[in-house]
């Protein structure tokens, strides 16, 4: 090429930055002088990549919740938009955050702009319609899972299963007593990790319940510690004001981001449904699995998914092996029983442990090099390299 590789990618929230960053890298490898701009967050920054607006401003969850930042996003993406189609990027790569990524994408494609979707839309859940409209729009899906590529039989959709990068990272033999010294964890101490997630939304839903749900447990299981950590400094203090104002008798550790050291310390962990519970998988940590959204939210999705669960172990397994909790069932009588047998089953605990070790092996492909190989090969195809 006679001019730098000039890509644009764009990703919604935290998952997405490690995803995006991983991909960066990986490219860079192959073309030390590639460029990166779109709308990226601290990893991606940190990679290369230019973001045109601070990626928070992309993390809203929730049909309600997206409603009262709409103008906002249509506003976001209709810039970049008129920037890519001003000056033509030789890729542009949607990172997750379909309901963005999706529309800009099939903008770009229209334009004659190769296209990748990296994560596969949750279209075997909900939305399976949703597959024209990513044929539509997509040259190329990078799926992170197994089982998604089937779903896009109807449209012959191009998807690269490339594995998923935390199973790369997160190495299969975990030194727990390493962490736990490091967390000062003393013996015979039961560690309770809380991970209500990193959105305000979810925070919001979620957080009070958890920290409930502590309390019971702080009753029922001696020289128990619970420790929590906050995705940024704004959801530190919101739990820490939390925790002082409702929760200040309780032996609660607030910490700022490690969440992987705080799950890799745990006997056991009560968290939010999403990425988070695929590191927890990987670490091989018994976990109850909770979520709950506003009233509104929460009947449309309910009428909308098709998949018997939401949690990423129980989708990898196809099996129940963890708890999910939802909605108005997200109480301390509800979680805190399941907690108590993820703590207190032994037979349970092994199985989970070996299933968990099944996963790790299927995922484990070097996510990264594998996705950057895909849009290789489909820039090639185009006549771009």
């Known amino acids: 090429m006679s001019k730098p590789l000039r890509i644009g990618i764009v990703a919604g929230e935290a998952s997405g930055d490690i995803l995006g960053s991983g991909l960066i890298k990986a490219l860079k490898k192959r073309f030390p002088d590639a460029e990166f701009e779109g ?77 990748v979707h990296y994560v596969s839309p949750s279209v075997w859940a909900w939305k399976q319609k949703r ?15 197994p089982f998604e590529a089937q779903h896009y039989a109807p449209t012959q959709q191009s998807v690269a299963f490339v594995g998923h990068p935390l199973a790369t990272k997160i190495p299969a033999g975990v030194n727990v007593a390493e962490a736990r010294k490091r967390f000062a964890v003393k013996d015979g101490e039961t560690i309770i990790a809380i991970l209500p997630g990193s959105r305000g939304s979810e925070l919001k839903y979620l957080s009070e319940p958890f920290l409930e749900t502590a309390r019971w447990l702080s009753e029922r299981v001696n020289n128990v510690r619970f420790v929590i950590p906050a995705a940024n400094e704004h959801r530190h203090d919101q739990l820490h004001q939390l925790i002082n104002e ?47 959204m506003a009233g509104l939210t929460y009947s449309i999705y309910s009428r909308m998914v098709k998949s018997r669960f939401i949690s990423l172990p129980n989708l990898l397994a196809d099996e129940s092996l963890v708890p999910e909790i939802l909605q108005d069932d997200v109480t ?27 996963i790790h092996e299927q995922l484990n492909m070097d996510a990264d090099e594998k996705a950057a190989d895909a849009v290789v090969h489909l820039l090639q195809s185009r006549g771009v390299l």
């Open 131 to 145: 597959i024209y409209k990513i044929k539509k729009t997509t040259d190329l899906v990078l799926s992170l899972f």
């Open 39 to 115: 709308i990226g967050g601290e990893l991606m920054l940190a990679a290369g990549c230019q973001s045109h607006v601070p990626m928070e401003r992309l993390s809203v969850m929730g049909l309600v919740e997206v409603l009262s930042r709409l103008r906002e996003l249509l506003e976001v993406r209709r810039k970049l938009r008129d920037h890519f189609l001003a000056d033509p990027p030789d890729l542009f790569v949607g990172v997750d955050a379909p309901d963005f990524n999706l529309k800009l994408e099939g903008w770009l494609k229209e334009a004659g702009i190769p296209t």
């Open 246 to 292: 409702k929760f200040g008798e309780l032996n609660v550790q607030l910490v700022m981001k490690n969440s992987r050291e705080v799950m890799a310390i745990s006997d056991a962990i009560l968290i939010a449904s999403g990425t988070a519970t695929l590191e927890a998988t990987l670490l091989q940590k018994p976990m109850v699995v909770a979520y709950k």
């Open 332 to 358: 301390p009588d509800v979680l805190g029983p399941a907690i108590l047998k993820a703590l207190q089953d032994d037979a349970y605990r092994s199985h989970l442990a070996t299933r968990f070790a099944q």
